[in-house]
T-cell receptor, first 115, second 116 residues
Framework: GAGVSQSPRYKVAKRGQDVALRCDPISGHVSLFWYQQALGQGPEFLTYFQNEAQLDKSGLPSDRFFAERPEGSVSTLKIQRTQQEDSAVYLC?????????????FGQGTRLTVV | AQTVTQSQPEMSVQEAETVTLSCTYDTSESDYYLFWYKQPPSRQMILVIRQEAYKQQNATENRFSVNFQKAAKSFSLKISDSQLGDAAMYFCAYTVGNSGNTPLVFGKGTRLSVIA
């Protein structure tokens, strides 16, 4: 596709339910980032992949959060046993390479609401 | 830890006028990038302009320009000839070193309204 695609756009989960959020980066993009954006806040970094390798997961808030990118393309962010504080927009971004000044392109995000 | 501060939660501007959005940051690094992103209601972050810390010349992109004051750690965005389509959330962001593989640190954003 022409841009970063995320699905679903909206997800409502009951507390305790597991959810999986999908990110389709721009074809050929090496770097992939996940961010969490709470209401009224700026995005906060969750995790970073370079191809299939998860090089940084320092931003994951708890062990209920898990991300993977098994073939170095599509990535999935999984949240187990969702809680109300997990309600947020989850943004995915990808970039072509690791060169200086490379722009990161963002998807439209998934809005997760935990009820 | 690096931090980015946007002290103006909301701003408004008359159509065709000029507005300046403020941003300050804190870092001990010497090599970094600064960005302004626009987020419309569609939620997609759109890059407006970026500045490399080593470049003294302020970046410009059409109606958008920055005032980069490295010693003061200030990075403001000026929008000239404001248009209705400029209404959105604006986020200032920072990344250290190689922006292709390092995460962005964002401020809390400024909501810009454009009045017809």
């Amino acid at each position: 596709g022409a841009g970063v695609s995320q699905s679903p756009r909206y997800k409502v989960a009951k507390r305790g339910q597991d959810v999986a959020l999908r990110c389709d980066p721009i074809s050929g993009h090496v770097s992939l980032f996940w961010y969490q954006q709470a209401l009224g806040q700026g995005p906060e970094f969750l995790t970073y992949f370079q191809n299939e390798a998860q090089l940084d997961k320092s931003g994951l808030p708890s062990d209920r959060f898990f991300a993977e990118r098994p073939e170095g393309s599509v990535s999935t962010l999984k949240i187990q046993r969702t809680q109300q504080e997990d309600s947020a927009v989850y943004l995915c971004a990808s970039s072509l390479a690791t060169a200086r000044g490379t722009e990161a392109f963002f998807g439209q995000g998934t809005r997760l609401t935990v009820v | 830890a690096q931090t980015v501060t946007q002290s103006q939660p909301e701003m408004s501007v008359q159509e065709a006028e000029t507005v300046t959005l403020s941003c300050t940051y804190d870092t001990s690094e010497s090599d970094y990038y600064l960005f302004w992103y626009k987020q419309p209601p569609s939620r997609q972050m759109i890059l407006v302009i970026r500045q490399e810390a080593y470049k003294q010349q302020n970046a410009t992109e059409n109606r958008f320009s920055v005032n980069f004051q490295k010693a003061a750690k200030s990075f403001s965005l000026k929008i000239s000839d404001s248009q209705l389509g400029d209404a959105a959330m604006y986020f200032c962001a920072y990344t250290v070193g190689n922006s292709g593989n390092t995460p962005l640190v964002f401020g809390k954003g400024t909501r810009l309204s454009v009045i017809a």
